[in-house]
Every structure is written in C-alpha cells, then in structure tokens.
C-alpha cells in the first residue's frame, strides 16, 4: 500500500505555474457563466490586467466562447481559494466588495492568488445593477412550467374527448 500525499491543492504546484479557475460571468440574472481553467500560470509576474488580457484572447479565439465576445468583461473578483468556504449565491458573492482586483498592475501573488485560486471575471455596471436587485431569472424553469401547463391541457382535453 502506498503512501498518499498529504499536501494541500494550493501548495501542490509552485507560484510560477499556478492553475487559476476563471469564472467567466456573462449574465448574473440568468446565471450564465462558463469557467476557464488556465494552467501554468506565473503568478509573480502575471499581474490582474495581464489575467484579463488572457481570459479576453481566450474568450475570442477559442471555439465555444461565440456568446462571449459581445460582453465588456472589465472587473476580477475573488471567488473562493483552495480549501476556503464557498458563497451560497451560485453566481457571485455578492458580499466583500474589497475581494474586486481594481489594479491592473499589481501581480497576482500581492493579491493572495494561490495554486486553485476561482476568480470571476464580469462587466462592472452589469454586477452594480444586479447588486441592487439580486433577483435570479431561470429561463428552464419557466419553459418547464409553461410546458407542465400544456401538458395538463392537452391531458384535460383528451379526457373530455374520450381520448385522442
């Protein structure tokens, strides 16, 4: 039986290749997100604009990101770190303010990134506006209602018709 590593995700790679999640966020009311896991990251010489420029390139070359390219994706926002506790809103914490990365020139390390940092990427004035009301809008659900409805319409109408 061998022996199993006891070290912890975020010391396991070195700061000059760190693997950062992050969280592109397009839609907070509809909570439309995609992640971005990007590897070997340097995070001593990689600074928050350096980050945003990747993610932005990442997001208009590599296929799947077409829904992407329109958004102004402006603002870094820590979202959790290896082994730290999660927000209960699946999009975004809404609460510390102080996590958004406001200078573009500070390396990644000055900012506490570590090896497994989540990080959200979003567009500044869209995150102010759904500050002020957090109201989640889930088009799935209301298409699964709407067709629930249907479907005891069309139930109702084959029993009144004696069948279909």
């Known amino acids: 039986m061998s022996d199993l590593d006891n070290t912890l995700t975020n010391l396991a790679r070195p700061k000059t290749s760190a693997i950062i999640t992050v969280r592109v966020i397009k839609s907070f009311e509809f909570r439309t997100e995609r992640s971005l896991v990007l590897r070997d990251i340097n995070l001593e010489t990689t600074t928050v604009g350096g980050l945003k420029t990747i993610v932005r390139n990442a997001i208009q ?3 799947g990101w077409k829904p992407y390219r329109s958004t102004n994706f402006d603002t870094l926002k820590l979202y959790t770190q290896a082994h730290g506790a999660k927000t209960t809103n699946l ?3 809404l609460d510390h303010d102080d996590w958004i990365f406001s200078d573009d020139t500070k390396p990644l390390t000055d900012c506490a990134f570590e090896n497994e ?4 990427l979003f567009n500044r004035e869209m995150y102010e506006k759904f500050k002020l009301n957090p109201e989640v809008l889930c088009p799935i659900y209301a298409a699964l209602v709407m067709l629930a409805s249907f479907c005891r319409v ?11």
């Open 61 to 63: 070359t590599q296929p």
């Open 91 to 93: 999009i975004i914490n």
């Open 117 to 120: 940092t989540e990080v959200s």
């Open 154 to 164: 069309v139930d109702s109408m084959g029993k009144l018709n004696g069948g279909m």
